[in-house]
């Protein structure tokens, strides 16, 4: 059990020193980052419900 909690604080040690070299974006490039992102989720998202009201359309005027 010693050595369970040992290494426990093994990797605590070692993730405290790669959060040191780690490279962190600006604030601006954040921003960027993100609303890139937001952009291209609410692009998906009028492209899936498009393909749904499409299909849902189909369905019901040639299936039901």
Same mark, same amino acid.
């Given at each position: 059990?010693?050595?369970?909690?040992?290494?426990?604080?093994?990797?605590?040690?070692?993730?405290?020193?790669?959060?040191?070299? #780690?490279?962190?974006?600006?604030?601006?490039?954040?921003?960027?980052?993100?609303?890139? #992102?937001?952009?291209?989720?609410?692009? #998906?998202?009028?492209?899936?419900?498009?393909?749904?009201?499409?299909?849902?359309?189909?369905?019901?005027?040639?299936?039901?």
């Amino acid at each position: 059990m010693i050595n369970f909690f040992e290494r426990i604080i093994v990797f605590l040690k070692e993730s405290k020193i790669e959060l040191k070299r #780690v490279t962190w974006p600006s604030k601006r490039e954040t921003i960027k980052l993100t609303l890139i #992102v937001i952009g291209f989720s609410i692009a #998906v998202a009028m492209f899936l419900g498009t393909l749904d009201f499409i299909f849902t359309w189909l369905m019901e005027k040639f299936i039901i």
